[in-house]
């Protein structure tokens, strides 16, 4: 069992003007992703843009990798024992994820 990237998540004070931005980029389209994300949908790319208010450009956590696993709690394990720290479990009306810091202290997800 491993990991595969299922898209990647870019938090934006202006999500509108990011999508944009990134679907003109990729040649891509734009969609409402619910509970305020957008998502930007090109050549089997999947970038989500999620609100982020106090946005900091050089905020280590801007761009984060989100995994989906067919077992998170697994998967979790597995990451953990490779040098990731769990930061908190989420969850909202896409599903449940958890959040974890790679050994170098970036963010990312797994679902």
Do not use: K, Y
């Not at 389209?29 to 050089?58: C, E, K, M, W, Y």
């Amino acid at each position: 069992m491993v990991s595969h990237v299922a898209a990647v998540t870019m938090n934006s004070s202006e999500p509108a003007r990011t999508a944009a931005f990134w679907a003109a980029c990729l040649d891509g389209t734009v969609a409402d992703g619910g509970n305020g994300f957008l998502h930007v949908t090109s050549a089997g790319v999947l970038v989500i843009v999620q609100p982020a208010p106090g946005r900091v450009a050089d905020r280590e956590t801007d761009v984060h990798l989100d995994l989906r696993a067919p077992d998170r709690d697994r998967e979790v394990a597995r990451l953990v024992t490779l040098g990731a720290r769990v930061v908190e479990e989420r969850a909202d009306s896409h599903g449940r994820w958890t959040v974890l810091l790679d050994p170098d202290g970036r963010q990312f997800c797994v679902s």
